[in-house]
């Protein structure tokens, strides 16, 4: 198929070009390979997602498509974790959580782990950097751990995020969320009109690329998770597998961070509520 063909396909792509069992399709393989539900709703976005992948590899329907991720070791596996994963982010993104983090949390396991053992967080989805970038600065202002070592393991399915995340550089719109002061003492404007994250961030992140139901390249205890709308994405028998592996990592006195709109119903023996949406593990 031509180029230029490929290209009107994304052109007049709509809804009713997918079947029902070639979008089975689509949500059977996101589930294999990502552990993400795709709700019946998200057929029109992953047309619209998945078209530019067409027109990428020159191929003429959905149902080419399939045939490609299908096969096993075929790079286009990668493409299509990264192309189906949402990247919705901004830095101070449910600003409660940070608060809570600074005035509580992290004064807490200051004074449960003691220097020099480094304090472990872990940005389950960091997504382009922003949650974990926030979470280096709140700890370079909170006072109990600014000169204490702090490690933040930053984790995404997503390639393309994790590298965002470990070159640290955002557009001005990026950087929403961000006061004047923090901009200013945090990013430093570069030619071609980025902000750089300062050095200081930077070095208290490691970037890793990881699909949460993988292996965790994980041997300490960690003391803070932050998991924030990552577990809405997965169905019941998937959020408890990784509730499950969280406990396994966190000992009695670590914290649990979950969105708004998330929640630890029949955990209540492992973690119990300090705040909202914001637990500690017994």
């Known amino acids: 198929m031509q180029r230029n063909s490929a290209q009107k396909l994304v052109n007049d792509d709509h809804h009713d070009t997918m079947s029902d069992e070639v979008f089975r399709g689509f949500q059977r ?4 390979q990502t552990g993400i539900e795709l709700a019946d709703g998200k057929r029109a976005m992953i047309v ?15 149902e080419e498509y399939l045939k490609v991720v299908a096969q096993p070791g075929h790079p286009e596996a990668s493409e299509f974790i990264d192309t189906v994963t949402t990247n919705l982010t901004y830095f101070y993104r449910e600003p409660h959580h940070f608060e809570v983090l600074k005035n509580t949390v992290l004064p807490a396991i200051a004074k449960r782990v003691t220097a020099p053992t480094p304090i472990r967080i872990w940005s389950a989805g960091c997504s382009s950097g922003a949650e974990p970038y926030t979470l280096a600065i709140v700890a370079n202002e909170t006072a109990q751990v600014k000169d204490r070592p702090v490690r933040i393991l930053c984790t995404d399915i997503d390639t393309k995020m994790v590298e965002s995340t470990h070159q640290g550089r955002y557009t001005a719109e990026q950087l929403r ?21 300062d050095e200081k961030l930077r070095s208290l992140l490691i970037c890793k690329q990881l699909n949460l139901f993988d292996s965790w390249p994980i041997k300490n205890e960690v003391d803070v998770i932050m998991c924030r709308n990552v577990l809405i994405y997965f169905n019941p028998s998937y959020q408890k597998k990784l509730l499950q592996g969280f406990a396994k990592v966190q000992k009695p006195g670590a914290y649990l961070f979950l969105g708004h709109s998330e929640t630890l119903e029949g955990f209540s023996d492992t973690y119990r509520r300090i705040d909202n949406t914001v637990y500690e593990r017994i």
């Open 177 to 197: 969320g961000l006061n004047d002061e923090r901009k200013k003492l945090w990013f430093s404007p570069t030619a071609s009109g980025r902000y750089q994250a």
């Open 48 to 62: 619209n997602r998945f078209s530019r992948r067409l027109g990428a590899l020159g191929l003429s329907c959905f």
């Open 29 to 32: 393989i996101a589930l294999e």
